[in-house]
């Protein structure tokens, strides 16, 4: 059974930072591409960053310069770290794992920029 469980999530003022980590199991985590996504009220959900097998990473434009995408191979992890926040980045993120046709979410985290 494959599970990707994300933590980290809350309530940060505009400008501070958070640390998303997202604990996989049930798959041969060094194959995946890992990625991030959030989807905001209304919106539809979009890619922030993504790392590969390899250790490539993308990153949106809104939000390179501020967040790091990183993976622990030997851990099974993916971190997600945010600096500098914004209202903007407000929304529920979700951790994925791709291989070809296999792909699997995470139930997802809140996170609320806010003052």
């Known amino acids: 059974q494959v599970r990707l469980v994300e933590s980290g999530g809350g309530l940060v003022q505009p400008g501070g930072s958070l640390r998303l980590s997202c604990a996989a199991s049930g798959i041969i985590f060094s194959l995946y591409t890992m990625g991030w996504y959030r989807q905001a009220p209304g919106k539809q959900r979009e890619l922030v960053a993504s790392i590969t097998s390899s250790g490539n990473t993308y990153y949106l434009d809104s939000v390179k310069g501020r967040f790091t995408i990183s993976r622990d191979n030997a851990k099974n992890t993916v971190d997600l770290q945010m600096n500098s926040l914004k209202p903007e980045d407000t929304a529920v993120y979700y951790c994925?794992?791709?291989?070809?046709?296999?792909?699997?979410w995470g139930q997802g985290t809140q996170v609320t920029v806010s003052s």
């Open positions: 994925n794992a791709a291989q070809f046709v296999r792909n699997y």
